[in-house]
């Protein structure tokens, strides 16, 4: 059975950094699509990056000068760091994986998904 789970997310203040781990359990994820998402209080979740095959990545626009996604295929984790934390990064944080070839891994949405975390909580206070 697939599972993730979640870990790392915590209560920081604005300027600070975190590292979000998902660790995956039950098959090997070094040929999955992986993904971040996000949800703010009383907002749609949001896709925050996806990376494929341990290898491509691509980080939202809004978030990509202060996100970075990376995996540690022997350990079976995906993570991802977070610079520079803002009020609005406040969040649960949910990893996301699938298999299926289509759509592409970039152009996956959340519905494409099949597996997700339960997700970590991010707090950032000014």
């Known amino acids: ?22 660790a995956a359990s039950g098959s090997s994820y070094s040929d999955y699509c992986m993904g971040w998402f996000r949800q703010a209080p009383g907002k749609e979740r ?3 990056g996806t990376l494929h095959k341990a290898a491509s990545v691509q980080i939202a626009d809004s978030v990509k000068d202060r996100f970075s996604i990376s995996q540690d295929i022997a ?11 803002k009020p609005e990064d406040t969040a649960m944080y949910y990893c996301a994986a699938d298999r299926r070839l289509w759509p592409g891994c970039h152009q996956k949405q959340q519905r494409d998904f099949g597996y997700w975390g339960q997700g970590t909580q991010v707090t950032v206070s000014s």
Do not use: F, W
């Open 75 to 85: 350990k079976n984790t995906l993570y991802l760091q977070i610079s520079d934390l």
């Open 1 to 22: 059975q697939v599972m993730l789970v979640e870990s790392g997310g915590g209560s920081v203040e604005a300027g600070g950094s975190l590292r979000l781990s998902c």
């Open 46 to 48: 949001e896709g925050v």
